[in-house]
């Protein structure tokens, strides 16, 4: 019983619903769940196969076939679309943007809910329950979306990654927040939790041109160089502060250009993604992340359609 109880607080905390959100996820009353949740009553077997494969979800496994991984990468590089379809739909658009931005926002503690960022975006609404931050962090995240966007657009297949472009990006996105927006960090740098060695600040600018000249070159495995190539993004480090944010960008728009559905990274899946970044990043593994990626490629495809 303490097991499985202890798997469900983690759940909990790890993703930030409330006892009814986890409920709804395990197809139980909330009544149930409860009782699990503090130890009155344990779970049959159905339940306790549900929530292995919840925990695995939110809270990331070591345990990850590579059968798995090529199942779910092929049903990914099925999942096709484009620049000119997103730009030409402008539902879909707003409906991508809001949802990119909460997502990318929440896993760096953003408290606004979809419906705030939309009020936000598209009602020019400012919220009294919001601090001015986390609205400048939407309108600001939007701001940097429809730049790649535009810039993909014209450039079409001839798009490439620049430091000029993605300090644009960064300055865009930081704009109002930091001082030092649009420039490389000068200073060292640690993500606190994490064992991840980041890049000296005096080589930034020099390792930007390998990872630019990387995520350019033509592949035919698209959904690993999506996940090494945001992966040492990540570990390169670039800025003071927003390189998730920027690095998530990166990666919505280099999978566009590869005629892929953009992957959005749920927040509430931000321990799992963090997991396998630092898999990635430490143990020069990709496998992990190359799954997470095509998870979330095959989710913003059904929300497209």
Not at 85 to 109: F, M, P, Q, W
Not at 174 to 192: D, F, K, P, Q, V
Not at 240 to 259: Q, V
Request: net charge positive.
């Amino acid at each position: 019983m303490e097991k499985y109880r202890a798997k469900l607080a983690k759940i909990l905390a790890a993703s930030g619903w409330s006892q009814e959100n986890l409920a709804d996820k395990l197809a139980v009353t909330f009544v149930t769940l409860n009782k699990w949740v503090n130890g009155k009553a344990e779970p049959r077997a159905g339940a306790r196969e549900r929530i292995e494969v919840l925990f695995a979800e939110i809270l990331g496994t070591d345990d990850i076939a590579s059968k798995d991984v090529l199942l779910t990468k092929q049903t990914a590089l099925t999942r096709k679309f484009g620049v000119n379809k997103l730009l030409g739909n402008r539902a879909v658009l707003d409906r991508i943007t809001v949802n990119l931005t909460y997502h990318s926002n929440g896993t760096e503690g953003s408290t606004m809910t979809e419906k705030d960022v939309e009020a936000v975006l598209f009602d020019n609404k400012v919220l009294r329950n919001r601090t001015t931050v986390e609205q400048r962090e939407a309108v600001n995240h939007q701001a940097a979306l429809n730049f790649l966007l535009d810039e993909l657009k014209t450039q079409g297949k001839k798009f490439t990654f620049t430091a000029d472009l993605l300090k644009t990006v960064h300055l865009r996105l930081m704009n109002g927040i930091i001082s030092n927006a649009g420039e490389y960090r000068n200073h060292g740098a640690r993500i606190r939790g994490a064992f991840i060695p980041l890049a000296n600040y005096i080589k930034i600018s020099k390792l930007i041109k390998v990872w630019c000249a990387m995520v350019n070159v033509e592949t035919e495995d698209p959904i690993r160089l999506l996940a090494v190539s945001h992966a040492e993004f990540e570990r390169i480090h670039p800025f003071s502060d927003g390189n998730g944010r920027t690095g998530r960008l990166l990666l919505f728009i280099k999978a566009l250009h590869l005629g892929l559905a953009p992957p959005v990274i749920n927040k509430e899946r931000r321990s799992a993604y963090y997991k396998y970044l630092e898999i990635c990043q430490t143990r020069e593994l990709s496998e992990p992340l190359e799954k997470f990626i095509a998870e979330a490629i095959i989710r913003t495809s059904n929300l497209l359609e």
